[in-house]
């Protein structure tokens, strides 16, 4: 009898993207994987923010959770900051809603975990520094831009292509059924001239 084990989902450590839009939200991207997904660790998670606005440099602590149990601070980003990581704690990344040109800055993501094996308990602390830069408009890929640009002239000259088709065909069918009718015109004259001159009978 063989033994089907449910796979787990795959921790990978990526890196969060640095630039955010005005007016919009931006995940800040924080993963701490653990080298045994069976360990069931007490993990507490500590964001903080320095502004770089007028070179003050000030950290602030602006989010807190322990054990998945989490709370959004005091301070500028109050009702701003919304949790979204993972039930295992490894994803502990946020969600910043209505960026403001005052979010720029460099944000903290502190991981700090304690492990319990009886009389011994190891801890492991992981310090991640995020930089985020806020600009009014994303710039976006040049080659996302250029397919953009390639696609519309594209449909362009499909549209273009099409309508030359449909005059053409137009023209052509025009045409034909003008013959068609001239033919049949031809066609049913002919015995109308055939009545109007009657053969006169043939005498010996």
Same mark, same amino acid.
């Given at each position: $009898?063989?033994?089907?084990?449910?796979?787990? #989902?795959?921790?990978?450590? *990526?890196? /969060?993207?640095?630039?955010?839009?005005?007016?919009?939200?931006?995940?800040?991207?924080?993963?701490?994987?653990?080298?045994? +997904? +069976?360990?069931? #660790?007490?993990?507490?998670?500590?964001?903080? =923010?320095? /502004?770089?606005?007028?070179?003050?440099?000030?950290?602030?602590?602006? =989010?807190?959770?322990?054990?998945?149990? /989490?709370? &959004?601070?005091?301070? #500028? =980003?109050?009702?701003?900051?919304?949790?979204?990581?993972?039930?295992?704690?490894?994803?502990?990344?946020?969600?910043?809603?209505?960026?403001?040109?005052?979010?720029?800055?460099?944000? @903290?993501?502190?991981?700090?975990?304690?492990?319990?094996?009886? %009389?011994?308990?190891?801890?492991?602390? !992981?310090?991640? &520094?995020?930089?985020? !830069?806020?600009?009014?408009?994303? /710039?976006?890929? !040049?080659? %996302?831009?250029?397919?953009?640009? $390639? $696609?519309? *002239?594209?449909?362009? =000259?499909? !549209?273009?292509?099409?309508?030359?088709?449909?005059?053409?065909?137009?023209?052509?069918?025009?045409?034909?059924? @003008?013959? %068609?009718?001239?033919?049949?015109?031809?066609?049913? %004259?002919?015995?109308? @001239?055939?009545?109007?001159? #009657?053969v006169a009978p043939v005498t010996e």
């Open positions: $009898m063989q033994c089907v084990h449910l796979s787990r #989902p795959v921790c990978v450590d *990526v890196d /969060s993207d640095t630039e955010a839009e005005m007016g919009s939200f931006k995940k800040l991207t924080c993963i701490s994987c653990l080298k045994r +997904e +069976e360990l069931k #660790p007490n993990t507490s998670v500590n964001w903080y =923010f320095t /502004s770089s606005e007028n070179n003050t440099y000030d950290r602030i602590h602006i =989010f807190q959770s322990l054990n998945g149990d /989490s709370k &959004n601070l005091d301070g #500028p =980003f109050r009702d701003r900051l919304i949790w979204n990581g993972s039930k295992d704690l490894q994803d502990v990344s946020l969600l910043i809603l209505n960026i403001s040109e005052r979010d720029r800055g460099i944000y @903290e993501c502190r991981v700090f975990r304690t492990f319990d094996f009886g %009389a011994y308990t190891p801890s492991t602390l !992981t310090t991640k &520094n995020i930089t985020l !830069t806020v600009k009014e408009k994303v /710039s976006n890929d !040049t080659a %996302a831009i250029y397919s953009e640009i $390639m $696609m519309y *002239v594209l449909l362009v =000259f499909l !549209t273009l292509w099409l309508l030359v088709e449909m005059v053409y065909c137009y023209r052509k069918i025009s045409k034909s059924d @003008e013959q %068609a009718q001239d033919t049949a015109t031809n066609y049913l %004259a002919v015995p109308s @001239e055939q009545k109007d001159n #009657p």
